[in-house]
Each structure stands twice: as C-alpha cells, then as structure tokens.
C-alpha cells in the first residue's frame, strides 16, 4: 500500500451518541488510529443533543468502543490516546448560538469533516448555522442516507445543503462504495481485458444482484415502515453496484469521470410502466417463520408495528439498460430482510458456446459464472468447466471455481470496514467512493415510477415465510425468462 499523506484536521460528529455513531463511526476512526492514519493534531468533536454531561458521554463512547472492536484489536494505550482526542458538546443543532461554541473548538486554518449522522431533516439547519459561525469555507460536509423519501423531497435537502455548500464539497456516503469488493470491480473490469473484452452483449447471458439480510426491522419500525425496502436497499445500494457493473470505462480515476459513466447506466434503465410491472417487480412482506433456528414473528406482528401497514420488506426486480452494451441483458435485482441467508453477491452470468460437443446430459453445466461475493466472506471466484481427473472418466466435465478468497488469500492483511475506507477518502478530500447529486435525483426518479406504478395498479404484497428465499412469485420473476437465481437452497 502506498503511503499516504495524512493531514490534521477537525472531525465533527453530529449525532455522536447514536446507533450509527457508536457501532461504526467510532469504531472506524479508533481503527484508523491504530493504523496511524491520524494525524497527531487531529481532533475529535462528539457533537449531540442529549446524553448528560461530558464525562457521562465519554464514558459511553468507550463502552461502545468495547463493545463494538474486536478484542485482538483493541489495544490499550490507542484507546487512551484516541479518547483524548475527542471533546464531547452538547449542541441543539437547530439553534445558531451553540455554534459559537463549536467554532471555538475548531482548528483555525485546518479543514473540517461534518459528518451529519442525524435524520436529514436537520442538514439545512446544521448547513446554515455552520455558514453561519464562519465555518463553512473549510468545512466538507458527509451526508448520510436516506436523503429524502423521493425525488421532490431528496431535491429539498440537496438544494439546502448546497445553499451554503459546493458540490466539490458534499460528500453523500453508500457504504456499499467502500467494501473491498466493491473497490475491486474497478481493478476487475478495466484493468483485466481477460474480462473487459467479454463485458457486454455479446458474451453476458444476464446479471444477478442480490443483498439479503437475515434480521428484520430491529426496532426500525418508525423509519422503515414509512421507507421500505426499495427506497431503503435499491435506491441506493442495488442500484450503485448495478452502475459499477455495467458502466462504460471512464476517461480516468478521477471522481467526476467515474460518476459520469455511472450517471449514464442510471440514465439509460428502461422504465418499468403500469402494464409490466407485475412481470417485472415483485414486492413482498415476511410473515412468522424460523430464522437462525428460532421462531420470529412477521413484519405485521414486529414490536410497534402497524397490523394494517403494507410496506414491502422484499423486493426482486428485472432490470434493462438501454444501451449499445446492455442491450438484451436483463438485470435481476432482489433485497429483502428475514432471508434464508445473510448474503451479498453479484453473479455474472456468461453465454455458452454456439455449438455444445460434450454429452448432451451435461449440457445444464455449460454456464460459466463470475461470482463476486460482497458478504460474508469477501472474494471473487470464477466458474470453470474442466474435465473430471481419472482413467475411467472419459470426458466428463465439472464445474469448479478459479477463487481468490480475500480473507485466505490475504490472511496476514486485515480487512477495513467500509466505513473506514470511507471517513480516510474525506480525510484526503477524494469525492471516488460518494455519490454526486445528478446521481441521487436520476436513482429516485427510476425508482418513483415503481411506486406510483404500485399506487395506480393497487399492486398487492406477497407474503413469504421469514427464513425463506422470499415469495415464490420471485422465481416466477426470473423462471419467466428460463433462468433461476444462483445459489439458492
């Protein structure tokens, strides 16, 4: 790895004792630390609304640092020295005069990371009342999702924050963008003609993405029920790793060349209209089922829930890109929560040859597939035929992986978290791994005529068995087209 050039700075944690702040933000600058990816001026600001006094939240962030770091990672006198680092503040974040305090504890002349790990709601208000203390010119400001429930309102927060904010400045995170995987596709496609020559129509059958989780709501009811799963998992996510897939090359490494290329995929998706969207979309909710060897109860039956809610907890989805590279290549996108399988993966599928020599009976085994594992268990393994070893076999072929399997390939290297990959890349002011606003608008755009489609044809949810591979009506989805999902069991 190279060296890199590390700079003081200020890091300010607005929202700094909540879930997100204690289970990942801090756990990640802690690692970064321990890496000496800190510099020694920098500091730390626990900026939140609540908590008690200062050394009741200190006391709370190390608990969570505790908790939350693995123990052969968690080293003694790093700890110490990164907890004096941090200042903790209390702040009402919408009113302008607790500012004058933030200020005072900013480095003059250093630049600033506000990181918002608050609802997006207060951005504006955390926007104006930072301009406001003289802070904004050298402030980068991280936005984490959801930014917004649609297109009209993501536009609302996008337009406050650039009111006093660059785009050159706004730094909108997908976590996605910074697992290891993930920065691999990069490397994978445009760096190896082995693949980049076979990358299109001509040589790729069809693509499957697919994020599922094994929990459920996890006592989100209140956000994820006025969310679900499409504008919470496919906005975003599905649909970032679906651009890095099937961008064309940039020009160059640069951030806004990379975003170009992926704005133009978000650009090109085929709408899906009122009279396909039941062959096209399927949308389903988890009843009571056995997950992780346990009964659970169904989304309508979860701590807080609404009996009467038909929010979607699953969603799988065909998706066409028009254009010169993608055309006739459908794109099959599935997320849902109390799945079989906690599992992140893309899977390429590649055509088979025009002319099959082999026995006949074996002709179902043909397929080549490049799988690209997100979670767990990070690595790349590319489906081969080759034929059976021994005297006897004649030639019979089997399927086997060509695998680079991260963690036992690199097993002296450890793995960063996403999150820490992320907060570096602001640290050195590098936009790559963040969304830019023109892709926000275009993802919700797509992603509105799903739900308006929904409305107008009173599309009914699904119902699928908590600890299953979701509604059957999802491989109906995919066995439309005479293919099936990979891997499932």
């Known amino acids: 790895m190279p060296a890199i050039n590390v700079e003081p700075i200020t890091f300010a944690l607005f929202g700094a004792l ?43 962030i190390e608990q969570a640092l505790r908790r939350y770091i693995p123990p052969h990672e968690l080293d ?46 207060v951005y504006g208000a955390i926007c104006e009342h930072l301009a406001g203390a003289g802070l904004a010119a050298q402030a980068r400001v991280v936005l984490e999702k959801p930014i917004g429930h649609d297109l009209a309102s993501s536009r609302v927060i996008n337009d406050a924050v650039a009111q006093y904010f660059a785009e050159s ?16 596709l990069i490397a994978l496609r445009f760096a190896n003609s082995l693949f980049e020559t076979q990358w299109n129509q001509h040589h790729i059958s069809h693509v499957e993405i697919t994020v599922a989780e094994t929990v459920g709501i996890e006592g989100r009811w209140g956000y994820f029920d006025q969310a679900g799963q499409l504008r919470d998992m496919i906005q ?22 990379i975003r170009d290329e992926k704005v133009k995929v978000l650009k090109a998706l085929a709408p ?30 979860e701590e807080n829930s609404n009996a009467t809610s038909s929010t979607e907890t699953f969603v799988a989805l065909r998706a066409d890109i028009c254009n010169w590279r993608w055309s006739g290549v459908p794109f ?12 992140s993966q893309i899977v390429i599928h590649f055509k088979e040859p025009p002319f099959y020599i082999f026995a006949p009976e074996q002709r179902s085994l043909i397929s080549n597939r490049l799988i690209i594992r997100l979670q767990p268990d990070e690595g790349i393994s590319l ?12 030639m019979h072929l089997r399927s086997g992986p060509l695998q680079l399997n991260f963690s036992e390939t690199y097993k002296s290297a450890r793995i960063p978290d996403a999150y820490e990959r992320l907060l570096l890349e602001v640290m050195q002011g590098n936009q790559n791994l963040f969304v830019r606003r023109d892709e926000v608008e275009y993802a919700w755009q797509w992603c509105d005529q799903l739900v308006d489609g929904w409305t107008r044809i009173g599309d009914s949810l699904k119902l699928y068995p908590a600890g299953s591979w979701g509604p059957v009506a999802s491989i109906a989805l995919i066995t439309r087209d005479g293919r099936s999902w990979y891997g499932d069991f």
């Open 18 to 60: 909540g879930d997100l702040a204690l289970r990942k933000l801090f756990p990640a600058l802690y690692q970064l630390d321990r890496a000496a990816l800190l510099h020694a001026d920098t500091r730390l600001l626990a900026l939140s609304r609540e908590g008690g006094e200062p050394d009741e939240q200190m006391a709370r």
């Open 76 to 121: 003694d006198a790093v700890l110490q020295r990164f907890l004096a680092r941090l200042c903790c503040l209390r702040m009402d974040f919408r009113r302008g005069e607790d500012y004058a305090v933030l200020a005072q504890n900013v480095s003059a002349g250093l630049p600033l990371i506000a990181y918002f790990a608050t609802p997006a709601a």
């Open 169 to 184: 400045q706004i730094y909108r995170i997908d976590h996605y963008l910074g697992k290891e995987t993930v920065q691999n």
């Open 236 to 257: 975003n996510h599905l649909l970032q790793l679906l651009c890095l897939i099937a961008m064309d090359p940039p020009s160059n490494l640069t951030a806004d060349s």
């Open 272 to 301: 899906i209209t009122p009279d396909i969207l039941s062959q096209r979309v399927v949308r389903g909710q988890y009843s009571a089922g056995i997950a992780g060897g346990k009964p659970v109860p169904g989304y309508l039956e």
């Open 332 to 343: 099959y996108l599935r997320t849902g929560k109390r799945m079989a399988q906690k599992l």
């Open 383 to 394: 489906q081969v035929m080759t034929k059976e070893q021994g005297l006897d076999k004649g």
